[in-house]
């Protein structure tokens, strides 16, 4: 089946420190997604892209959608404790109503 | 803001037991989905439903595992004979347009 390449696994980071992660795909996705998980909660959608090259902030953070379509990446600037959690990417490789395949997750630890 | 919500959040059952979990997807939506996360591992695809019948499945959905819609607003997985190694985290999306929204998961542990 497809799989998602995310790194890193995980990151430990000063708070005000600038975080990235991306995700890679050996096959071509016309949607990603990114989510944030909190212990024991369900994923919590920050960000969707659609286009190749799409480029959307939502608040402090910022993820592109790659041109090759095969990658995408997730900033987030600035960081706060209430950043920590599980980062996933999620890609769809036909938009719309079809499954999500998920990366791994990248667990994101903030030091105040 | 509406939101899928699942119930129990947590279930304890022994194994060959049968469990149904339960979803009440967002009202307008029309595609639900299952999918299971084993602790500190990935969120992996289940089933997708759509018009009352299954519209997709992976291989880890097996002759053990069951969808359904019994009334307009409740969407249900069952397993009926509980394994091991179900013990996961389930969770239940509903779809608006392209974006997939999650419900709070059910944490299955099957002793």
């Known amino acids: 089946g497809q799989q998602l390449n995310q790194s890193p696994q995980s990151m430990f980071i000063q708070e005000g420190e600038d975080v990235s992660m991306n995700c890679t795909s050996s096959?071509?996705?016309?949607?990603w997604l990114w989510y944030k998980q909190d212990p024991g909660e369900g994923p919590v959608l920050l960000i969707a892209?659609?286009?190749?090259?799409e480029l959307t902030s939502n608040g402090r953070l910022t993820a592109q959608f790659g041109t090759t379509r095969k990658d995408s990446f997730l900033n987030i600037s600035a960081s706060i404790p209430s950043d920590v959690g599980i980062y996933f990417c999620?890609?769809?490789?036909?938009?719309?109503?079809?499954?999500?395949?998920f990366g791994k997750g990248t667990r994101l630890s903030v030091i105040a | 803001e509406p939101e899928v919500t699942q119930t129990p959040s947590h279930q304890v059952t022994q194994m060959g037991q049968e469990v149904i979990l339960r979803c009440v997807p967002i009202?307008?939506?029309?595609?639900f989905y299952w999918y299971r996360q084993i602790l500190g591992q990935k969120v992996e695809f289940l089933v997708s439903?759509?018009?009352?019948?299954?519209?997709?499945k992976s291989e880890i959905f097996d002759d053990q595992f069951s969808v359904e819609r019994p009334d307009g607003s409740n969407f249900t997985l069952k397993i009926r004979s509980t394994k091991l190694e179900d013990s996961a985290m389930y969770f239940c999306?509903?779809?608006?347009?392209?974006?997939?929204?999650f419900g709070p998961g059910t944490r299955l542990t099957v002793t």
């Open positions: 999620a890609g769809q490789e036909i938009s719309g109503n079809t499954p999500l395949v």
């Open positions: 096959s071509i996705f016309n949607t």
């Open positions: 892209l659609y286009k190749a090259g």
């Open positions: 009202s307008n939506h029309l595609y």
């Open positions: 439903f759509y018009n009352n019948e299954i519209s997709e």
């Open positions: 999306a509903s779809i608006s347009y392209y974006e997939q929204y």
